[in-house]
């Protein structure tokens, strides 16, 4: 059984220019460290530090996952499966992602304008894993999620 989990938040940036950097893997890396970090394979790394913006729709992404940088976890895979304008304004950008125990977790990551330069950003989580798991599953997204949030807010806060 799915659950699904949405976290929504003011960015001061336009919501074009919070899509497309969505797609840059600095920009990842900063949302999420120390949490989480992926180590990409050597093709995938190379080829995001040769276009670091150029992620799109049909790309695949497998790497090691850690956990507070120190803690190695499974595999986690990533492919982009929706990425442009959204269906009611704005932008999205979704993937369909699995690892380890976690069998699904489809992401959704929408910035919908609210002003010339301001937008709403919305990440919404769907998981599927073992019984067991799920709920231990859930509770790290509703922290995880609005910590990443906070962290967008500081990078753009710092003028990136």
Known sequence: MSRFVRVST???VPADRG???AHELAVFEYVVWPVIRIVLGK???KAADEAPASFKAGDRLEGRLWFLQLIPAWRHQL???GDGPAPDGGFELYT???S??????NHRLTFEPTGENSCRYTDEIELDAPAMLLPGSVLFVKLFFPYRQRRW???LARGR
């Open 10 to 12: 003011e960015l001061p």
């Open 19 to 21: 899509f497309a950097m």
């Open 43 to 45: 093709e995938h790394r």
């Open 79 to 81: 492919e982009i499966v």
């Open 96 to 98: 369909h992602e699995r």
């Open 100 to 105: 380890g125990p976690i069998r699904t977790w």
């Open 153 to 155: 807010r500081r990078m």
